[in-house]
């Protein structure tokens, strides 16, 4: 029975939910977050706490780190000692504290993100500062608490002579709530708590002109005053944090870029090391060398160009590629009365000053009191010794210390406290000359009592006490801003020569997606040979480009492939190439049917006009086309369902439009029919077509370039017929009719477009004989005829593809 008693029948969420939200409430408020009072969190407290207690000051040698921590896990906080090892250590270090709290001798870490010594090795001590976040601790101004064993106490909260959370900010992630508070010049943020002691309802830009925005301990340059404005308003905001960098000029024409101020938290070696892999993998043109030179007299990451490299546009490159720039996002979360909220500046400052006025009261309040009690006892002493025959016959006529002190109080009126003191008093003390000492006692503490009562009885004298001291704390620590605040973002503009080296190339796409660029050079050594490819294969496109420039590939699904030049793989002119899915994301489904090189989009006043497969035609300016992101499909048009991208082509504005319908109907007439619309849209009707019938073929010429119109039936037939003998007509309508009626199986068109009579009409059958064709040897026709019979498709299969290059 007694064994059953142990267990809870108890539901397993109400037992989770309990046992997490215990949990959650000791990480919120017992480890991740800062008093919004002190600025620390309790394993920092603790340190400082337990090296004030040890005398382990700023005046004293250095002590074995180890015992430090020893005595903080033993009487504070029974955790890991590397936990503690680890908060001691970054209060010591000068690159993540902007004021640090503990000096440290040996290797305490770096910048590169070294690990420190073992604590076995280093030395530490508090640092002068820090005996002013403890001073007065033992004046009862501020609360204890039992420790963990309740074998002495701990301080709830150190007494902070200055605004130690904005000053050093914190980070922290607990159950539930995060805090990133960064830190800020001392100098500036005792003046604006001056500023709020003065006028409590002071408003955030006054509070601002004192306090500009962080200054993180490794420099550099923040910009973005909205963003700093907005954090302080609200607790959260977005600045852009920028490391210092110089371009010095070389001998020889060449420059290099010296920086020297990294953004706050950014490791120096893993920065160095992403700015030389940049440089290896040639991501960007123009740089020689990657050096760290940084010694004790200072950080300094050299960057050498080339000659002619473009160091401004180098600069920038590494600005956006690196974390030579990045952002810090505030999100000030503090523990306040006792509960973890998110704070704006002035809640931060009015934590500091109201508990600042309650240590400065408490304090006042401990020391009225012993002055008060030493003062009843000077003024007993001073009353003995003027009658201090009397009291020494009382007490040498007493039978012992306690008879004595009965006997003094009954006869002259002593109270025990003076009777104490002067029983107690020894011999030396009987001088003339003690006597002026005790007077003088007696009229200082006098004065000192009452400068105190009004102190307490006036908040103005409260307030200007309050701000003597910070004061002080101002003249005694305050040192130069380290990090330029700037108002504006710098868009950072890269040009796309500075990243990209100016080379012309020899692109190829093929029909199955697989795509190249090579050298000139390779391609030259191929004497015309095509790459290889699968016998189901063929080069859709191969033209000389330049790296700078951007190939649009649409699929029969609708979607464009954005591919700068210079992110298509480079290989030998022979091989195959790589799949275009392995260079930006496309579904299974899209089948590349156009590729469109662009020089330049900004500039280019051209369309893109799209023919789909059930009659639909669109035309969008090709600058719309131009994307910031490219890994993955974009939308070049909205397609219906079942419907299919049977062409795309790059169009002057003026080009005439040519359709060629599987049942043997043409149209033809200008693209200035069909209204421009957006990148998204779905187009109009092109053509009016009948039930079964689908666009099998098309093409565009400008009457500047005279272009024949050829057709490719399924029995194999070929035909050439000029545009001039297709009247004109109207957007949206049938066409006319160019191939014979046949009773028995009619010719339908199997493929076909425009092109000069110097290219080649090219057909592939069915089992992947490609049977070419030159457009100027084929014998023109009339609309009434089926052309002439070119391919046995009996002897090689059926037309399975037809292209014109």
């Known amino acids: 029975m007694a064994e059953k008693e142990r267990y809870l029948d108890l539901p397993l969420e109400e037992v989770l939910g309990d046992r997490f939200g215990r949990y959650s409430k000791y990480i919120i408020q017992d480890r991740a977050l800062p008093d919004a009072r002190d600025g620390l969190k309790p394993v920092q407290r603790r340190i400082l706490y337990a090296m004030y207690h040890d005398r382990n000051t700023s005046d004293k040698p250095f002590r074995k780190s180890a015992k430090t921590v020893g005595n903080v896990i033993g009487n504070y906080h029974p955790h890991g000692d590397s936990s503690v090892y680890e908060a001691m250590i970054r209060q010591s270090q000068d690159w993540k504290m902007r004021m640090p709290l503990v000096e440290m001798h040996g290797n305490n870490g770096s910048v590169d993100g070294d690990p420190p010594a073992a604590m076995r090795y280093t030395e530490a001590r508090l640092a002068s500062l820090s005996e002013k976040m403890l001073e007065d601790i033992d004046k009862n101004t501020v ?65 601002m002109q004192h306090i500009q925005g962080p200054d993180f301990p490794t420099g550099g340059i923040i910009q973005g005053l909205d963003g700093i404005k907005k954090a302080y308003e609200t607790g959260r905001g977005k600045v852009i944090v920028r490391g210092r960098a110089a371009i010095e000029p070389l001998r020889g024409g060449r420059e290099q870029i010296v920086i020297t101020e990294i953004p706050f938290e950014v490791n120096k070696a893993v920065l160095v090391k992403k700015m030389d892999e940049l440089r290896i993998d040639k991501k960007v043109e123009g740089m020689a060398e990657v050096r760290d030179e940084t010694d004790r007299t200072g950080m300094r990451i050299v960057v050498e160009l080339k000659k002619e490299a473009d160091a401004k546009g180098v600069l920038n490159f590494l600005y956006k590629s690196t974390d030579l720039q990045t952002t810090f996002n505030f999100n000030m979360v503090a523990i306040a009365q006792k509960t973890p909220q998110l704070m704006n500046l002035k809640q931060l400052l009015e934590a500091y000053t109201e508990h600042q006025k309650e240590v400065i009261i408490r304090r006042t309040e401990y020391e009225l009191e012993k002055a008060k009690e030493r003062a009843h006892v000077v003024e007993g002493l001073i009353k003995a010794i003027s009658i201090l025959d009397e009291v020494i016959q009382v007490i040498r ?80 620590f305050a040192d130069e801003r380290l990090t330029t605040v700037e108002d504006e973002i710098e868009e950072i503009k890269i040009d796309l020569e500075v990243m990209v080296p100016s080379e012309d190339v020899r692109v190829s796409v093929t029909k199955e997606g697989y795509i190249k660029r090579s050298s000139l050079r390779s391609f030259s050594a191929s004497n015309g040979e095509p790459p290889v490819m699968k016998d189901t294969d063929r080069l859709m496109y191969s033209q000389e480009i330049n790296t700078t420039d951007t190939l649009l590939l649409f699929t029969n699904k609708g979607s464009y492939l954005y591919v700068p030049v210079h992110t298509i793989p480079e290989m030998k002119w022979k091989e195959s190439g790589q799949h275009i899915a392995n260079v930006v994301t496309v579904n299974q489904e899209d089948k590349i049917i156009a590729a469109l090189p662009v020089k330049n989009f900004s500039d280019n006043e051209n369309f893109l006009t799209f023919i789909t497969k059930y009659g639909m035609i669109k035309r969008t300016p090709l600058k719309d086309y131009e994307a910031q992101r490219y890994s993955k499909a974009l939308m070049g048009i909205k397609l219906k369902k079942g419907d299919e991208v049977e062409a795309v082509y790059e169009t002057s504005g003026s080009n005439e439009v040519v359709l060629l319908t599987y049942e043997g109907y043409a149209l033809r007439y200008t693209e200035t029919e069909v209204n421009p619309t957006g990148q998204r849209t779905g187009g109009m009707k092109a053509i009016n077509l009948k039930d079964a019938d689908f666009i099998a073929a098309s093409g565009v010429y400008s009457s500047s370039d005279p272009r024949d119109i050829y057709i490719i039936t399924h029995r194999g037939a070929l035909k050439r017929i000029s545009p001039d003998k297709l009247e004109s007509q109207g957007r949206a309508t049938r066409g006319v009719k160019i191939l014979k009626e046949l009773k028995k199986n009619p010719h339908r068109i199997k493929g076909g477009g425009t092109g000069g009579r110097e290219q080649t009409v090219s057909i592939q059958t069915a089992d992947y004989t490609v049977h070419d064709f030159t457009a100027g040897e084929i014998r023109p026709g009339d609309k009434y005829t089926n052309g002439s019979f070119v391919v046995d498709t009996e002897l090689y299969g059926d037309i399975k593809d037809v292209w014109i290059e």
């Open 397 to 476: 006529s007493a039978a012992d210390k306690k008879d004595a002190k009965g006997k003094l109080e009954e006869t002259f009126a002593f109270t025990s406290v003076q009777s104490e003191a002067i029983v107690t008093l020894q011999l030396y003390r009987l001088t003339n000359t003690d006597i002026t000492t005790l007077e003088n006692e007696a009229d200082k503490l006098r004065k000192n009592i009452a400068a105190w009562e009004e102190l307490l009885a006036s908040d103005k004298k409260l307030a200007s006490q309050m701000k003597k001291e910070l004061r002080q704390v101002r003249k005694q």
């Open 143 to 207: 609360d204890f608490m039992p420790n963990f064993d309740d074998s002495q106490e701990e301080p709830v909260v150190l007494p902070a002579s200055f605004p130690n959370l904005l000053v050093n900010g914190s980070t922290g992630i607990s159950s539930g709530y995060a805090t990133d508070i960064p830190p800020h010049a001392i100098h500036e943020v005792i003046d604006a708590a001056v500023k709020l002691i003065e006028k409590p309802d002071a408003s955030l830009d006054e509070l």
